[in-house]
């Protein structure tokens, strides 16, 4: 079993909202990821989480929020976004960033988030 | 600086004929590569990787991809492709076994005619 859930699928928030998205999995994986992906580009990396903590913030802006409350979940939490934040939020896990060898980042199927 | 290249952002094949979606790589030490391809509002789907070993690597849904040193390139290929082919297609590489980053290429679009 490689499946990485999300919830929710779509996601439509004000400006001033605060909202959450969940990321879970089961494949006893220690790391996981969070990327944006805006249409028709590559995904970008946001956070990693090695062992539940925070290993990678690639410089992403403070309203965006990760947490890691267990090896199985990881959340965003958003808070005063902006239109330019809509896009589709993925998230990865794999089996571990330190063991040195080519883990395979296995993929959601992403919440797509409207910014209005 | 370490990068991805996917030269042709759409190819267009017949299906039955054979494709090819180009990737060339810039890495300063052994690369991890990988393959993964992504449907309309879906998330990534793994097809395949290369750490070490065989050049020609076999991957899902009759996908391979043949690793190329000298030329650092990494080419997917299926010999006979189908309509459900369709789909974005994104080679990537993991530079070293010291970062965790995946650097993806900019993505091709396949699109495989009846």
């Known amino acids: 079993d490689t499946e990485v859930t999300q919830t929710p699928k779509h996601l439509v928030m004000g400006m001033t909202n605060k909202k959450s998205l969940k990321c879970e999995q089961h494949?006893?994986?220690?790391?996981m990821y969070w990327y944006k992906q805006k249409a028709k580009k590559p995904p970008e990396l946001m956070f990693v989480?090695?062992?539940?903590?925070?290993?990678i913030n690639e410089s992403v802006p403070s309203r965006f929020s990760p947490e890691c409350p267990n090896s199985s979940l990881l959340n965003l939490h958003l808070h005063a976004l902006q239109p330019e934040d809509s896009a589709l939020y993925l998230c990865a896990s794999s089996q571990s960033t330190q063991t040195g060898i080519g883990e395979t980042q296995y993929f959601g199927p992403g919440t797509r988030l409207l910014v209005l | 600086a370490q990068s991805v290249a996917q030269p042709e952002d759409q190819v267009n094949v017949a299906e039955g004929n054979p494709l090819t979606v180009k990737c060339t790589y810039s890495?300063?030490?052994?690369?991890?590569l990988f393959w993964y391809v992504q449907y309309p509002n879906r998330g990534l789907q793994f097809l395949l990787k290369?750490?070490?070993?065989?050049?020609l690597v076999k991957g899902s849904y009759g996908f391979e991809a043949e690793f190329n040193k000298s030329q650092t390139s990494f080419h997917l290929k299926k010999p006979s492709a189908l309509v459900s082919d369709s789909a974005l297609y994104f080679c990537a590489v993991r530079p070293s076994e010291d970062t965790d980053k995946l650097i993806f290429g900019t993505g091709t679009r396949l699109q495989v005619f009846p």
């Open positions: 494949m006893g994986h220690r790391a």
């Open positions: 290369y750490i070490t070993g065989d050049n």
């Open positions: 989480y090695s062992y539940e903590k925070l290993s």
């Open positions: 890495v300063s030490g052994n690369p991890y």
